[in-house]
């Protein structure tokens, strides 16, 4: 498989997770009724996960690197504020779509400490994934690409954190040999310098072997919506669940949380590992058709 094949199916599992997890918001939908093998109906939207993801592989097709002034540009231009963009964001990509610098953009949000939210990380997979084999590589664009949008340190290591784990799955694929759980999460802490995001690693290395229950409660779901309170846990569930594309959707939706975002970083990740056939055919069917000048 190529390295976009593998950047490919990582965005497939990427966008199904979210689009799946975005259900869960609405009301009616359940998660037992999930348990039971029974989906949501109809067709699932994405969210701002997906768009901004799927921005960055459309960005990454041609070079494979990260030109910051371009997918700045790309990032404000693309965006559709009703996929359930945050605030800040919207603010921030207004401002470099008016034609300010995104330097300074992103670092005048949230009173000048630039954001630590979960965004970076939620739409990194596919780059990571690109670059299996190369986890430095990975690393350093997941840097490049989160500093566009994110100038709080946490919210970059939160995107290195992922883009490494997703580079490792993809090359485990290629290898053909599973990574442990704690493999997967040294190997994602070897890139990691001190701060809450590497706190929650370690932390989640810990619990290996808990239930998804205590993991959330322990490391959060998310629902702050920061990459110090979602990256953890969702590597987490990643790094135990990589061989099994629904249970890890599963877990992420049992938590509850910011359940669109870390069901995207999970789906990104494992499918990685996976390919687009350990996603179950129905759910890719359901998924809301990806941008074709994005796949």
Known sequence: MTDFELCADSLDGL???DALG?????PGTTFETLLDGTAPPGSWPWTDDTEMACTLAAHLRPHGRVDQDRLARAFAERFEPYRGYGGGAVVVLRRIRDGEPWR???RDAFGGQGSMGNGAAMRVAPLGALHAGDARTAALE???SAEVTHAHPEGILGAVAVAVAAAEAGWARRVRNRPTPAELLDAVLGYLIDGLVRDGLRRARRLLGASVTEAAWELGNGAQVRAYDTVPFALWVAATRLD??????RACIEAGGDV???AAIVGGV???YTGRDGIPPDWLTQREPLALDAV
């Open 15 to 17: 966008s199904v997770g």
């Open 22 to 26: 975005a259900q869960f918001f609405v």
């Open 104 to 106: 300074e953009v992103a």
């Open 142 to 144: 997941a840097m490049r």
């Open 244 to 249: 099994d594309y629904p249970a890890a959707i």
């Open 260 to 262: 669109d975002t870390t």
């Open 270 to 272: 494992v499918a990685a």
